[in-house]
T-cell receptor, first 112, second 113 residues
Framework: KAGVTQTPRYLIKTRGQQVTLSCSPISGHRSVSWYQQTPGQGLQFLFEYFSETQRNKGNFPGRFSGRQFSNSRSEMNVSTLELGDSALYLCASSLAVEGRMVFGSGTRLTVV | DAKTTQPTSMDCAEGRAANLPCNHSTISGNEYVYWYRQIHSQGPQYIIHGLKNNETNEMASLIITEDRKSSTLILPHATLRDTAVYYC??????????????FGTGTRLQVTL
């Protein structure tokens, strides 16, 4: 059974650019959530989707956005990148919002 | 959401039981206790969760106090591969909607020979 797949694994972007990260959940999982992990702030919740609807949102500026498609795949977008956006971005999927989550290996974003 | 408090770090000898405590004194009736762990910079791995009763699975046991204000994760026979950061999380469900999952700073468990 394939796990949660995040692409790309590594990414280097320049300040001011935008970036789109992709997450393919485990087959059958309908809930997808996103987290940002940095050494200083730890794991922080970004947003959570279930059946294409955003269910929860963390305390991040509007530059961070996401969406979920009908096949449960999800993307997150960060516009006008800042140096502080450099982080490991993790995606997790579960059967339902209340289910146990399975995390992907993450996308490591470096903003220069 | 209820906040959790965990020790910053703990050591455990290989083969011994690792007991990781978590305080969640403001937990409410509809909130579950979840445990995840993260090895290096991999994605967190689900370990176990519970509401009121003690739970056991192939990885660990979860002991929740009767007043639900604290819990302990037990790894019965710790190995070097259990060295990781362990997160205790409280998550509530109301009307079919779950609260957002909030990770604290976790406990860094170091298993030694």
């Amino acid at each position: 059974k394939a796990g949660v797949t995040q692409t790309p694994r590594y990414l280097i972007k320049t300040r001011g650019q935008q970036v789109t990260l992709s997450c393919s959940p485990i087959s059958g999982h309908r809930s997808v959530s996103w987290y940002q992990q940095t050494p200083g702030q730890g794991l922080q919740f970004l947003f959570e989707y279930f059946s294409e609807t955003q269910r929860n949102k963390g305390n991040f500026p509007g530059r961070f956005s996401g969406r979920q498609f009908s096949n449960s795949r999800s993307e997150m977008n960060v516009s006008t990148l800042e140096l502080g956006d450099s982080a490991l971005y993790l995606c997790a999927s579960s059967l339902a919002v209340e289910g146990r989550m399975v995390f992907g290996s993450g996308t490591r974003l470096t903003v220069v | 959401d209820a906040k959790t408090t965990q020790p910053t770090s703990m050591d455990c000898a290989e083969g011994r039981a690792a007991n990781l405590p978590c305080n969640h004194s403001t937990i409410s009736g509809n909130e579950y206790v979840y445990w995840y762990r993260q090895i290096h910079s991999q994605g967190p791995q689900y370990i176990i969760h519970g509401l009121k009763n003690n739970e056991t699975n192939e990885m660990a046991s979860l002991i929740i106090t009767e007043d639900r204000k604290s819990s302990t994760l037990i790894l019965p026979h710790a190995t070097l591969r259990d060295t990781a950061v362990y997160y205790c999380i409280v998550r509530g469900f109301k009307g079919g909607t779950a609260s957002k999952l909030t990770f604290g700073t976790g406990t860094r468990l170091q298993v030694t020979l």
